[in-house]
């Protein structure tokens, strides 16, 4: 039988990089490449050669992606993505190389709030030698409503695999993540009212194209299957 998390969760506090930062070189922060990996393609293509295409017409499924492409396309290229950060090289980052925007002083100190809602977790960031103070949340907020996005994506990651609180609570705990919000009910409430709006809409738009192909007739014929019922 498989035994219960043992995992312990702390508050965090503390100023974090109390000390100087190594050189970027001595491992503080790892440089990554900027040179694209098909930068001798791009070249080849600046000299006049062409590109490899596929002539062949799109499948029905492809044209299926393509439309859902378009249908979320604010998020797909919204330009936003949510990664795991390691705290300390991020305060290496902030006390290296950001200035502050009173005193123009590098040497900023990141603060981590004792406090959080679940994922969403409050900085502060502080300057020693003018005292100023800027505060910021490392999660947006969904649109009209008080709930991270992080949290609730979380369920929702979890809802999709077939997991609950208690196996989120195991996963944050190996990641060294901060505890999940404890109230997963009212998250699967947010959850279900989207679920049920996205498939209402999807239905409407399948009525409407169906509607359009058949030249405008409503009266058109549906095959259900009856362990649907």
């Known amino acids: 039988m498989p035994t219960a998390s043992t995992k312990v969760f702390k508050k965090r506090r503390g100023v974090f990089n109390k000390g100087r930062c190594k050189k970027i070189n001595d491992g503080c922060v790892e440089g990554i490449s900027t040179v694209p990996k098909n930068c001798a393609d791009e070249k080849n293509f600046a000299d006049g050669a062409k590109p490899c295409t596929n002539e062949t017409e799109p499948s029905a499924s492809e044209r299926k992606i393509l439309n859902m492409d378009i249908s979320y396309s604010d998020e797909a290229f919204s330009g936003f993505r949510n990664v795991i950060v390691d705290i300390n090289l991020l305060a290496c980052v902030f006390f290296e190389a950001v200035k502050c925007l009173n005193c123009e002083k590098t040497g900023l100190r990141l603060h981590l709030n004792e406090s ?32 991270y996005e992080l949290n609730t994506r ?16 195991m996963f944050c705990g190996i990641m060294n993540l901060p505890p999940p919000p404890t109230k997963f009910s009212k998250y699967n409430k947010i959850l279900l009212q989207a679920t049920r709006e996205t498939f209402e809409d999807s239905m409407a738009e399948a009525v409407r194209e169906a509607v359009d192909e058949n030249d405008g007739k409503k009266d058109i014929a549906v095959a259900v299957d009856g362990r649907s019922e």
């Open 154 to 169: 979380l369920v929702y990651a979890m809802r999709c695999i077939g997991k609950g609180a208690e196996p989120a609570r």
């Open 116 to 147: 959080n809602c679940g994922e969403a977790v409050k900085f502060h960031l502080k300057c020693p030698s003018c005292k100023y103070n800027y505060t910021f949340l490392n999660s947006k907020k969904c649109d009209s409503s008080d709930n």
